[in-house]
């Protein structure tokens, strides 16, 4: 696996940071040297496998939402609650602009600590983010907003309290509404999009997704626990289970792979920011020259001829 590069790759770059923050000239040189040890350091990053992207797919240090918001929206104004019961911090949305054009944006939220990943439960939303996410998206609807969603999630929340507040009922109501939606909905997943906890805010018209996140059925150690009754052969299971980026464009599932710094997207968020505006608004754009049916069509029949066989 590549964690033993990545992990040199972070002490050189913890190095580097070092070094800038001192300011002094003489150590150009050797950030200099250090910058080539950090991409020598990164070369096996070049080839990866299946097991490789699912690793880098979680990596706590990769963009979030509130990432992606702060640097590719602007005047974002966050709307809480389900209307219902309660506000659910795993699910972040509101209103913002993006080039100028108003959106809805939301998706699941992670932290980049232990103690916000607790905060934020991991990205696993409750019945209360799914409504509250389906109240943004009816919202978005009445006013004629597109729609943009951020997918990264191990699967919905599976405790006691999310079954008895209607979990499984809320994502079914989200599967139905958004197959109706008459407003253009690009869906970007960013790292983990596991099971139905992914699919609730992911029919779309667009499925972008980035190069080393993953889109699945449910987690490779589920799926190996489900088929050898052995967790620990989660490896071979990533290898069969089709879950890239690469595996979901050539099934038709991705429309579009955003490409990654070497050694992934937390190596060079700027980067993969520029790339992700510059698709974002091309798909925007298509999408917005459609009448409300046409996009209406447009998402069934993507979805339609996912899995179709052809006689």
């Known amino acids: 696996m590549i964690r033993d590069s990545l992990l040199e790759a972070?002490?050189?770059?913890?190095?580097?940071?070092?070094?800038?923050?001192?300011?002094?000239?003489?150590?150009?040189?050797?950030?200099l040297l250090l910058s080539i040890e950090k991409a020598k350091a990164l070369r096996p990053c070049t080839s990866l496998t299946p097991e490789d992207k699912v690793y880098l797919a979680r990596k706590i240090e990769r963009p979030h939402i509130d990432?992606?918001?702060?640097?590719?929206?602007?005047?974002?104004?966050?709307?809480?609650?389900?209307?219902?019961?309660?506000?659910?911090?795993?699910?972040?949305g509101g209103i913002a602009r993006f080039h100028g054009i108003p959106v809805t944006v939301l998706g699941h939220r992670k932290g980049h600590t232990a103690e916000t990943s607790a905060k934020y439960n991991f990205g696993m939303a409750k019945p209360e983010g799914y409504r509250k996410a389906l109240r943004l998206m009816k919202q978005a609807e009445k006013f004629g907003r597109p729609i943009i969603t951020f997918v990264d999630?191990?699967?919905?929340?599976?405790?006691?309290?999310?079954?008895?507040?209607?979990q499984g009922e809320a994502i079914a109501k989200n599967l139905a509404a958004m197959s109706r939606l008459r407003v253009p909905v690009i869906s970007v997943v960013t790292g983990?999009?596991?099971?139905?906890?992914?699919?609730?805010?992911c029919v779309a018209n667009k499925i972008l997704m980035l190069e080393y996140a993953i889109y699945s059925v449910?987690?490779?150690?589920?799926?190996?626990?489900?088929?050898?009754?052995?967790?620990?052969?989660?490896?071979e299971a990533c290898a069969i289970m089709k879950?890239?980026?690469?595996?979901?464009?050539?099934?038709?599932?991705?429309?579009?792979?955003?490409?990654?710094?070497?050694?992934?997207?937390?190596?060079n968020p700027k980067r993969l920011y520029g790339s992700?505006?510059?698709?974002?608004?091309?798909?925007?754009?298509?999408?917005?020259?459609?009448?409300?049916?046409?996009?209406?069509?447009?998402?069934?029949?993507?979805?339609?001829?996912?899995?179709?066989?052809?006689?």
């Open 10 to 31: 972070e002490k050189i770059e913890n190095r580097i940071r070092e070094l800038r923050a001192e300011g002094k000239t003489e150590n150009d040189q050797e950030l």
């Open 67 to 92: 990432d992606f918001i702060e640097n590719l929206f602007t005047d974002f104004f966050e709307q809480k609650g389900d209307h219902l019961y309660d506000d659910d911090p795993a699910m972040y």
């Open 153 to 166: 999630t191990p699967g919905a929340f599976p405790g006691i309290d999310a079954e008895e507040h209607g």
């Open 192 to 201: 983990e999009g596991s099971s139905g906890g992914a699919l609730g805010i």
């Open 218 to 235: 449910l987690s490779p150690e589920g799926f190996a626990s489900i088929l050898w009754k052995d967790s620990s052969r989660h490896g």
């Open 243 to 267: 879950l890239t980026a690469d595996d979901l464009l050539e099934a038709g599932v991705a429309d579009e792979i955003i490409q990654e710094p070497l050694g992934g997207a937390q190596e």
């Open 276 to 311: 992700l505006d510059m698709s974002l608004e091309k798909n925007l754009s298509s999408l917005m020259q459609m009448t409300p049916e046409q996009i209406l069509i447009d998402r069934k029949e993507k979805f339609r001829k996912i899995g179709a066989v052809s006689a």
